[in-house]
């Protein structure tokens, strides 16, 4: 069973930058591809941005496309999402989540929340104009 925990959210103006963090606690991250999800009120889970286990490959949500970059440190056990650009439409709970793949899958990765196994507990970022 692999927990994740979110950090990193917060309150920030406009045009400014964040960066969340996850890390599994007691386990790791080794041969799980990772994405991260977020949620405003009201609203479902969406798709922000994922990257393959080994980190060869990423795939971006348009609406974060050039703005944010998803990135992991498999020897620290952490995934990473800069958000740059900052817009109050991206104020939202933020999650994270990891879902086991095959080693010769070094390049798989998902776009689909159903895809994945263990979610974090999600990490509030607030944006204002």
Known sequence: QVQLVES?????QSGGSLRLSCAPSGGTFS?????????????ERDFVAAISWVGTSTYYAASVEGRFTISRDN??????????SLKPEDTAVYYCAAFFVQAQRYSHLSTDRHDYEY????TQVTVSS
């Open 8 to 12: 990193g959210g917060g309150l920030v």
């Open 31 to 43: 041969h799980y591809a990772l994405g991260w999800f977020r949620q405003a009120p009201g609203k």
């Open 75 to 84: 020897a620290k056990n952490t995934l990473f999402l800069r958000m740059n």
């Open 119 to 122: 979610w974090g507990q999600g």
